[in-house]
């Protein structure tokens, strides 16, 4: 706990405080981000974001849930309350969710075996797998009827990227396949 209150000390140092006076006063993200919940992926560090530029939702495996109340609810409150411009589905490498799914038996809570009961491993090695896995949830997001009511309505990009934590290459999906942001 003395870690968090000295990284606290430490940002009130160099926090930008008329930034954040702004920021009292409501919020306007260009970006929502649907990211997983590993703590190696810092989705405001990956994109040098500033406070009040994302909007974040993280999970185990960065999953769409359109059914799960909490997912939905971040999804709604993005597009319609604050109307973003660009929605990102951040994947990364060695996800711990598609990792468990290769071999159920590492699913041995029931919160994790519920979250992942409709996804499945497919690919000949974990990388490949955690891409399919990222398309899946991509594919999910664009055609639901939401979305597809929010994109009649007004401009929404959405993305899907690939982070890899070793090299922090990034790559972007084209529809087709995996280009590298440089």
């Known amino acids: ?53 994302l909007i974040v939702l993280r999970n185990v495996g960065n999953l769409v849930k359109f059914e799960d109340p909490g997912v939905l609810a971040a999804i709604e409150y993005a597009l319609l309350h604050l109307k973003v411009e660009n929605v990102v589905i951040l994947s990364h490498s060695d996800c711990g969710a598609v990792k468990a799914l290769s071999d159920r038996d590492h699913l041995d809570t029931e919160g994790l075996k519920g979250w992942l009961a409709s996804e499945g491993y497919n690919g000949k090695d974990l990388e490949e797998a955690v891409k399919f896995h990222a398309i899946r949830q991509y594919a999910g997001f664009i055609n639901n009827d939401l979305v597809r009511r929010v994109k009649e309505t007004r401009k929404l990009r959405i993305g899907l990227f690939y982070f890899d934590i070793s090299s922090l290459r990034l790559e972007r999906f084209t529809g087709e396949k995996w280009d590298e942001i440089r």
């Open 1 to 53: 706990m003395e870690m968090l209150l000295n990284g606290y000390r430490t940002f009130l140092k160099s926090a930008d405080i008329e930034l954040y006076q702004k920021l009292a006063n409501g919020q306007k993200p260009q970006t929502f981000v649907i990211s997983c919940s590993d703590s190696r992926i810092i989705p405001e560090e990956i994109f040098y974001a500033k406070p009040g530029e």
